[in-house]
């Protein structure tokens, strides 16, 4: 078990609930991330401030049949996003029970974060300052 907490690192991070995902981009890096299954809730309960160890106990809960994998599923989970820096180590959590605004799945699905990089150039655009003549955003020549 572990009671390690989490949060985004900054305003670089933002996040977006869109009908079956949670689409995550990193403004600094242009990357953008898709999280589908149980990916959604796990997300969810980490930036609420639930522990790891609260969050694997809710989803346990509420997915019985599937304890052993869960576990697993939740560990590489968090391992991923903490690696692609989407979340970083928090001290101290407040344990937050399970929330309304949680969205899960109806039966379990393993989490999925998949990793998109295509639009990193249009992303890392300042549209305030990079557009020409016509109004679309293009990269400075300097």
């Given at each position: 078990m572990?009671s390690?907490?989490?949060?985004m690192?900054?305003?670089?991070v ?17 990357i953008?991330?898709?999280a589908?299954?149980?990916g959604i ?17 809710l989803?346990?809960?509420?997915y019985?049949?599937?304890?052993k ?11 991923d996003v ?7 180590e ?15 799945p109806?039966?379990?699905e393993?989490?999925?974060l998949?990793?998109?990089?295509e ?10 300052h990079?557009?020409?003549d016509?109004g679309?955003?293009?990269?400075s020549?300097?």
């Amino acid at each position: 078990m572990s009671s390690r907490s989490f949060k985004m690192p900054g305003t670089a991070v933002v996040h977006e609930y869109l009908d079956d995902e949670i689409i995550i981009a990193n403004l600094d890096s242009g990357i953008y991330y898709s999280a589908r299954g149980l990916g959604i809730p796990i997300w969810e309960l980490l930036v609420a401030g639930n522990t790891q160890d609260s969050t694997e106990s809710l989803l346990m809960e509420r997915y019985p049949s599937a304890n052993k994998e869960l576990k697993l599923s939740l560990m590489q989970f968090v391992e991923d996003v903490c690696k692609e820096n989407l979340l970083v180590e928090s001290p101290g959590g407040l344990p937050v029970l399970a929330l309304e605004q949680i969205h899960y799945p109806e039966e379990y699905e393993p989490p999925v974060l998949e990793k998109y990089d295509e639009m990193k150039d249009l992303l890392m655009l300042d549209p305030v300052h990079e557009v020409d003549d016509q109004g679309w955003p293009s990269r400075s020549t300097d």
